[in-house]
């Protein structure tokens, strides 16, 4: 008779690891078309593994501060290069109108209103009223693949994909002056430094301008090494996608070491890069592998979120923090989207749908992070079980209502959802000429 023995920890991870990835390669085309979304499966099963009896791993982030901010800003930035490169449409003022209203309006209004409710309503300090509403405001490159265009060149890129995609990509970056803010704010409250004249020419002139230059830069510099150099050297001969990976890593890397904003940085290489040879079949091969670590990531960070949901996470939370969350996901972003997209040419079904997918998830992990690990703060097992509650509801919410929804946005103009909008060699999408 063989002897049952105590699997091997190590073993044990690479059985989960095999069946992860695998999960990873079918979950989204078994969801295709289910009122179901991969994120809230990763959730479910989070919780399911950490609820058994021998789980006595705690992945809380007030347990490992450090791990949860690094991690989760990797899987951003990962984010943030697969949708620059999957962009149709030209970079231009009149062209991206949807994205500016995102940016200039809805984002500050949004963060605005949830400092307000914050710092009145929940009696949070404003600094920390400040923060709150600064990793909460930002709309989810990550968790919102299912509102975004498609790969690069399918077509797949109407008014409503485009907003979302190119609002996440950019909103990150552009809520960060706001962390450092309150950031700013609790130092000051507690040095009585002066902080208005370094946050504006530092945290917001240097910071926004370095690392979009620096993104240009970094973007044009991996565009001619890729298309431009003669054919024998060139690293589109390659056909290995791993290059998006080497951009994404060096254009955040270079940008935070002169202190600038890495988000924008990497989104704005993505966007130039696919500029560098708008219609090559490469930056498909580049998406691809951006994708595929992206959801390999997304799905670990996911299932350690519902274990930390399933270790008590939200313990604690009053039904005023409840009604807050509510709030902010059903009032304060469909209110500000709507706001921002006044007088802009689409279809009511169109701005409303933008208002509503406001979805939150990883960016907010990360800016939570950043900001309680650069600030001193009383009740960050308050802040955490808040936001966690956000972010929950919206992978809930969202996830059951996008199929259907966007399904149903097709139809009525005149798409089928269910054909592969795949165009042949040379066309690209809207606004892309």
Request: hydrophobic letters at 50%; aromatic letters at 10%.
């Amino acid at each position: 008779m063989i002897p049952l023995l105590q699997p091997d920890p190590y073993i044990l991870l690479l059985t989960g690891a095999g069946f992860l990835i695998a999960l990873v390669a079918w979950l989204p085309l078994a969801l295709r078309r289910m009122p179901l979304s991969l994120p809230i499966v990763c959730i479910g099963l989070g919780v399911a593994l950490f609820s058994l009896p021998g789980a006595r791993l705690e992945p809380s982030p007030l347990a490992y501060p450090e791990i949860t901010e690094r991690f989760s800003e990797f899987v951003v930035i990962i984010a943030l290069m697969g949708a620059g490169l999957k962009l149709d449409r030209v970079f231009g003022l009149h062209r991206w109108e949807v994205t500016w209203r995102l940016i200039l309006v809805t984002l500050p209004l949004s963060i605005g209103a949830i400092t307000l409710l914050a710092g009145t309503w929940m009696g949070f300090a404003w600094p920390v009223a400040l923060l709150l509403g600064a990793a909460l405001a930002p709309t989810d490159p990550v968790l919102a693949a299912d509102v975004q265009v498609g790969p690069p060149r399918t077509g797949e890129e109407d008014e409503v994909r485009f907003g979302l995609t190119s609002e996440a990509g950019i909103n990150d970056g552009a809520a960060f002056p706001f962390v450092h803010l309150a950031i700013a704010l609790a130092l000051a409250g507690t040095t009585g430094e002066p902080w208005a004249l370094k946050w504006l020419s530092y945290n917001v002139l240097w910071e926004i301008g370095a690392g979009v230059a620096g993104g240009y830069l970094i973007g044009r510099a991996f565009g001619w090494l890729t298309f431009r150099i003669p054919d024998e050297t060139k690293l589109a001969q390659t056909g290995d996608g791993l290059i998006a990976l080497s951009a994404t890593f060096v254009s955040y890397g270079l940008t935070e070491i002169i202190h600038s904003y890495g988000f924008l940085s990497v989104f704005v290489t993505a966007l130039t890069f696919r500029a560098a040879h708008r219609s090559h079949d490469f930056h498909r091969e580049m998406h691809d592998v951006t994708e595929q670590v992206e959801r390999l990531a997304m799905m670990v960070l996911l299932l350690l979120f519902g274990g930390a949901v399933a270790k008590d996470l939200l313990a604690g939370l009053s039904w005023a923090d409840v009604a807050v969350a509510l709030i902010i996901l059903l009032v304060i972003r469909p209110g500000t989207g709507l706001i921002g997209l006044a007088g802009f040419k689409a279809s009511w079904s169109e701005k409303l749908t933008i208002a509503f997918f406001g979805i939150r998830g990883v960016g907010s992990i990360y800016y939570l992070a950043y900001g309680l690990n650069h600030m001193e703060v009383d009740g960050g097992e308050r802040l955490w079980a808040i936001a966690g509650l956000v972010i929950l509801i919206s992978i809930l919410m969202h996830g059951l209502t996008v199929t259907p929804v966007m399904r149903l946005l097709d139809r009525t103009h005149g798409r089928d959802p269910d054909a592969d909008a795949i165009p042949p060699p040379g066309l690209q999408g809207p606004g892309a000429g």
